[in-house]
């Protein structure tokens, strides 16, 4: 059962425009979450990281959105820029002693287009 | 060096082989963590250290699979009498500490073939 969902395996928009990735989760007790970037033949690349106390977390052009209720997070970026293009991945971690454990969406292609 | 370093970057080997992965964390960090990625899948927990002990190896797909750590940092990964299943790209990650708030820095992996 993936507990950890993202559902759109890829997004395409213009260069300079709001990139919006989402991810769903089912677990209650998660309560850190983090968005990574992964080039190809790459490892994933830490990209910025909220925890369950908080709502939104911004770094630069990237923003972090936490719906707790909905178990829903989404990660804006703005304005997309081509370097943007990479595979996101969604993860999280927390809860009943295994907080050290991350468990990773499948990934969306975001490819920003000149 | 400045991130985590693994090794080889590509394995090819026949089936029924015995393999060993290794990775050296950045700098400082105590605590190790090891994951595979499958094809078209996301990454998957496989074992992680505190310093040079192992308390959660439940991810581990079968006792195939072993990992060790030495001295706090260098950490090799064996999966003994491969098949074709584990064909897969190895990931190694390291944090400053075992902490549910703590980023997990990644390696760029190794890609395992198994024939």
């Known amino acids: 059962d993936q507990q950890v969902k993202q559902n759109s395996p890829s997004l395409s928009v213009q260069e300079g425009r709001i990139s919006i990735l989402n991810c769903d989760y089912t677990n209650s007790m998660f309560d850190y979450f983090l968005w990574y970037k992964k080039y190809p033949a790459e490892g994933p690349t830490f990209l910025i990281s909220i925890s369950s106390i908080k709502d939104k977390n911004e770094d630069g052009r990237f923003t972090v959105f936490l719906n707790k209720s909905a178990k829903h997070l989404s990660l804006h970026i703005v304005p997309s820029q081509p370097g943007d293009s990479a595979v996101y991945f969604c993860a999280a971690s927390g809860g009943g002693g295994s907080n050290y454990k991350l468990t990773f969406g499948k990934g969306t292609l975001l490819t920003v287009n000149p | 060096g400045a991130g985590v370093s693994q090794s080889p970057s590509n394995k090819v080997t026949e089936k029924g082989k015995d393999v060993e992965l290794r990775c050296d964390p950045i700098s400082g960090h105590t605590a190790l963590y090891w994951y595979r990625q499958s094809l078209g899948q996301g990454l998957e927990f496989l074992i992680y250290f505190q310093g040079n002990s192992a308390p959660d190896k439940s991810g581990l797909p079968s006792d195939r699979f072993s990992a060790e750590r030495t001295g706090g940092s260098v950490s090799t990964l064996t999966i003994q009498r491969t098949q074709q299943e584990d064909s897969a790209v190895y990931l190694c990650?390291?944090?400053?500490?075992?902490?549910?708030?703590?980023?997990?820095?990644f390696g760029d992996g190794t890609r395992l073939s198994i024939l």
């Open positions: 990650a390291s944090s400053l500490v075992v902490s549910g708030v703590q980023p997990q820095h």
